[in-house]
């Protein structure tokens, strides 16, 4: 979630810790018959879990064993032996028993404290509210289990980069499934279509995407950011607007000062989309074909002039600044000091971002109030642009009449000098 940068210190800190811990704490857990036996199997699924685990593990780095979580004995070298009845072993867990396995210490506080003690003990309980959770409680085993995200062996902190559900690799872990056709398919929306696949395509093509991946904005969404990390479920009515607002909040702001919000399910969504979602344009707005305010509203009702009025003023205003901004480029060629024009014009851009975040109330008035203001800034430099260009032309005229006179005077003078000699 946003608190990633938080964990990721965190991690980093408690990692460094560590590492200089890491032996100590290798040294202190009992030598295990389950290791020994488990590395020496030739096959990959008996022997990969002893691997990993004695690969990068949070667990064995916090002293823990094999059978912390399967039980059995881990004295015994014999097998029967160390997995005697009597032991408690536990096997290859399963479906809900893997969320008893993991929860067991995941959701003991008094635990959990003595090694991180800032950290949540819920996911368990967010887990159970989940599509996911409330789908296995209903005995279907094809959904996220705490393994199908975090792996079983090799689990690593959250932050650590080659985690499956560090920020940037979270959308493969997810899309392992969400974009597996069969592994997905029978499951519906409540509209009864089937449930996309999608999700992924989509969201590579968004501006989320672009900001994390090209732009190196770690703050930009990835899928556990508007699903949430543990409670995956599509946020229901009326709360997206709150999943989108929790990094864009001033237009979720205004947005819940219109009369969307009271009317649109899907509040940004409506408008937006939600996995490709694309970098918005001023076409977006108004009445023409491209415009999506047409998709609802249709000519002379009040949408569609409030639509047609803020986008002509947008309009109003962009010609206004690339006439002053025409206008100061020729002065600065003449030679002039524009400096402060430039700012001035950079003031009037920033009112046209301001008029478009504005513009999520949509109600014309503050819109005009923030464009006009954008307006005034491009009077004021146009008429100074102009003085400027007059100032240039008069100077240029000073320079020609004084050239002129000069001349004049060297005709005189070779006159003079010509009637002299003869
Ligand atoms: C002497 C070798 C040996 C020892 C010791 C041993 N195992 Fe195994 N284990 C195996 C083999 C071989 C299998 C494959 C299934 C079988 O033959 O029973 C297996 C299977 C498993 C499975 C998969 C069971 C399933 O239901 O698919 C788990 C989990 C497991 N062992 C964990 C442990 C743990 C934990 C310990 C220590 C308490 C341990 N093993 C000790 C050899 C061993
Ligand atoms: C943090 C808990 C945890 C620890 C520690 C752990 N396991 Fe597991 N293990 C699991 C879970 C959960 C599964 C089921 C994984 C799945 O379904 O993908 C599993 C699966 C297995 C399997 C079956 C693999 C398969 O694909 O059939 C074996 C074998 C196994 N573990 C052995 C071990 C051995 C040996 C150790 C110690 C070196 C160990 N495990 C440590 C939780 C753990
Ligand atoms: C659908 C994928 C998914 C499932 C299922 C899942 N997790 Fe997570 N888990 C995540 C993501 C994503 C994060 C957060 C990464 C971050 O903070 O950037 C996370 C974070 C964590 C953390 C770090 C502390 C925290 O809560 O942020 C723990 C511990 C954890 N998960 C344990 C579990 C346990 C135990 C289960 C099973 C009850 C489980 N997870 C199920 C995806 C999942
Ligand atoms: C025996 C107790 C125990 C069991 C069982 C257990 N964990 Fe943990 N787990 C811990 C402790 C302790 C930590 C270390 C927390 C820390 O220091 O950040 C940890 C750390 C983690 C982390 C890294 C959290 C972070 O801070 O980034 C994840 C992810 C995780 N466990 C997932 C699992 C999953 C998945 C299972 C089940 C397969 C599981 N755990 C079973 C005790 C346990
Ligand atoms: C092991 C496969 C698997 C993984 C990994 C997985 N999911 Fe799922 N997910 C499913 C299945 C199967 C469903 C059930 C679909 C249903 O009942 O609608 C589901 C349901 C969902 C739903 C509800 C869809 C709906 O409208 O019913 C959301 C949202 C979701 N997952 C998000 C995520 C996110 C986010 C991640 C990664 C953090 C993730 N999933 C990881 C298999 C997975
Ligand atoms: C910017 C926020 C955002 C991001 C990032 C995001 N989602 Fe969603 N997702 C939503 C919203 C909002 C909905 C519900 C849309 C609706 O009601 O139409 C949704 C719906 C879903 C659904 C239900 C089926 C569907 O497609 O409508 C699944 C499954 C899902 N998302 C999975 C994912 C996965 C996997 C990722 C990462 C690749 C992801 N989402 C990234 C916001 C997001
Ligand atoms: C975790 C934070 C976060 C969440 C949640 C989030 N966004 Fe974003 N969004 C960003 C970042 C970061 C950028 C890229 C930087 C920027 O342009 O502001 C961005 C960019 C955008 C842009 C393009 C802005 C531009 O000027 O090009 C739109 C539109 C957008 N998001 C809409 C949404 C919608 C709709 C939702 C909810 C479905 C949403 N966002 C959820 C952080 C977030
Ligand atoms: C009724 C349709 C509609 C809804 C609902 C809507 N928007 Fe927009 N949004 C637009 C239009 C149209 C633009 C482009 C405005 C322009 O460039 O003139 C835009 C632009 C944006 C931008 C980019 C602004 C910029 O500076 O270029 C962001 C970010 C954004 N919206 C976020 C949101 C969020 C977050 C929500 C929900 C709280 C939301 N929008 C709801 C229509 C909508
Ligand atoms: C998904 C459908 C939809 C889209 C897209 C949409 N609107 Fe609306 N809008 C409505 C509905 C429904 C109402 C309430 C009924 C009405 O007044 O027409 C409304 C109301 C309004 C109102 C208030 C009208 C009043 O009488 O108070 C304004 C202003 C408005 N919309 C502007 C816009 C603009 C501008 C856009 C494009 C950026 C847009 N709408 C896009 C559906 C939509």
Request: proline share 5%.
């Amino acid at each position: 979630m946003a608190t990633w940068p938080r964990n990721f210190l965190f991690a980093a800190l408690v990692g460094g810790v560590l590492a200089s811990a890491a032996p100590a704490a290798a040294q202190a857990a009992p030598p295990s018959g389950c290791q020994t036996c488990h590395g020496d199997q030739a096959q990959p699924a008996l022997a990969a879990p002893a691997r990993d685990f004695a690969g990068t593990d949070v667990h064995r780095d916090r002293g823990f064993t094999c059978v912390d979580c399967h039980g059995g004995n881990p004295n015994e070298t014999d097998k029967a032996k160390a997995k005697a009845p009597a032991t408690g072993f536990k096997g290859k867990p399963a479906g809900q028993m893997v969320i008893a396995v993991c929860s067991r210490c995941h959701s003991d506080a008094a635990l959990m404290r003595k090694y991180a003690p800032k950290q949540r003990v819920d996911q368990a309980v967010e887990y159970a509210t989940s599509v996911h959770g409330q789908q296995l409680a209903k005995g279907d085993t094809k959904v996220a289990t705490c393994v199908s995200c975090h792996g079983a062996h090799g689990v690593r902190l959250v932050g650590d980069a080659q985690s499956p559900v560090y920020v940037l690799n979270v959308a493969t872990t997810c899309t392992k499934c969400h974009a597996d056709a069969d592994r997905m398919k029978g499951y519906m929306l409540p509209d009864g279509s089937p449930l996309p696949t999608d999700q992924r395509a989509k969201y590579e093509k968004s501006v989320h995407h672009a900001a994390m991946v090209k732009g190196n904005d770690l703050s930009a969404p990835t899928c556990n950011d508007c699903h949430g990390n543990h409670g995956a479920a599509p946020p229901g009515v009326g709360a997206i607007a709150n999943v989108c607002g929790t990094c864009h909040t001033v237009f979720a702001t205004k947005f819940a000062l219109s009369t969307h919000s009271q009317i649109f399910d899907r509040s940004c969504v409506e408008c937006h989309g939600n996995h490709d979602i694309a970098e918005p344009t001023d076409a977006m707005l108004g009445t023409d074909k491209a415009a999506l305010c047409t998709n609802c509203h249709t000519e002379g009702d009040n949408g569609s002039k409030a639509a047609t009025a803020m986008r002509s003023e947008i309009e109003k205003l962009k010609e206004a600044i690339s006439h002053s901004q025409a206008l100061v480029a020729s002065a600065e060629n003449a030679g002039m000091e524009m400096g402060e024009q430039s700012l001035a014009l950079r003031e009037a851009a920033n009112q046209l971002t301001l008029a478009r975040t504005e513009m999520h109330a949509f109600d014309p008035k503050p819109v005009s109030a923030v464009l006009q203001a954008g307006l005034g800034i491009t009077a004021k430099v146009d008429s100074e642009g102009q003085a400027a260009l007059a100032e240039v032309s008069y100077r240029r005229t000073g320079l020609a009449v004084s050239l002129g006179a000069i001349l004049l005077v060297v005709v005189a003078l070779a006159l003079k000098i010509r009637s002299l000699r003869a």
